[in-house]
């Protein structure tokens, strides 16, 4: 585990940030990527997102810090994470794709840099910013935002060796494998539900007649 947590791998982390196409290359080929990294950088974003939602000025944030639930956020995006990885593999199983679960999560993980650094960033600058200066602070949660989903994009390219307009498909798909699953996950939530009533129903008459 210290391996996976070892100084190269954060180094390699903020390297593909500046080499995505060759970072993501050697995630894939030469095994150069870590799942616990990525794991902590998606955690990190939750933070971030979080805190600039509470501690932003009110000039640039009309979002009240009391509605701000962290613990709840960070588990949404865990959930939609994991969910978003597990979809384009579904998807990417059926397209010949050739990364593994793994190689997604990683690619996805390591997109959150970016998005990490402008979030903060732009936390202290609102603090600063007067009326009519709001640009500057949207200015740089754009460019985190757009820096971190071209990252995706470039990542989930290099991983499963597609072209990009494969790429741009699969997303597509990938999206629309997220609805079923959630789909799926609620029709079995419901059923258990209904069979647990059931059973409760049954064993409520079987003490009621004793």
């Known amino acids: 585990m210290k391996q996976l947590f070892s100084k190269d791998k954060w180094k390699y982390a903020f390297y593909t940030v500046s080499h995505p196409a060759d970072g993501y290359y050697e995630i894939r080929h030469r095994e150069r990527g870590s799942v616990p990294v990525a794991f902590v950088l998606v955690i990190l974003f939750s933070i971030s997102f979080s805190i600039n939602r509470i ?3 009110f000039i640039v944030n009309d979002v009240d810090p009391l509605d701000v639930n962290a613990l709840t956020e960070l588990v949404s995006v865990l959930l939609l994470y994991a969910l978003f990885c597990v979809g384009n593999w ?4 059926l397209m010949e794709g050739e990364g593994r679960l793994k190689d997604i999560s990683i690619a996805i993980g390591y997109a959150m840099i970016p998005m990490i650094v402008c979030f903060n960033i732009g936390t202290v600058v609102s603090q600063f910013v007067a009326q009519n200066e709001e640009a500057f602070y949207f ?3 754009g460019i985190g935002i757009a820096y971190g989903l071209f990252m ?3 990542g989930i390219m290099e991983v499963h060796n597609y072209t990009l307009g494969k790429t741009l498909v699969t997303i597509f798909l990938t999206f629309i494998a997220m609805f079923i699953i959630i789909f799926v996950v609620l029709l079995f939530t419901d059923l ?3 069979v647990y009533s059931f059973f409760y129903s049954i ?4 003490i009621f007649r004793a």
């Open 192 to 194: 258990i539900n209904q």
């Open 55 to 57: 501690s932003a000025s």
């Open 139 to 141: 200015m740089i949660i």
């Open 203 to 206: 064993y409520q008459e079987l």
């Open 152 to 154: 995706m994009l470039i």
């Open 90 to 93: 579904s998807i990417t199983c």
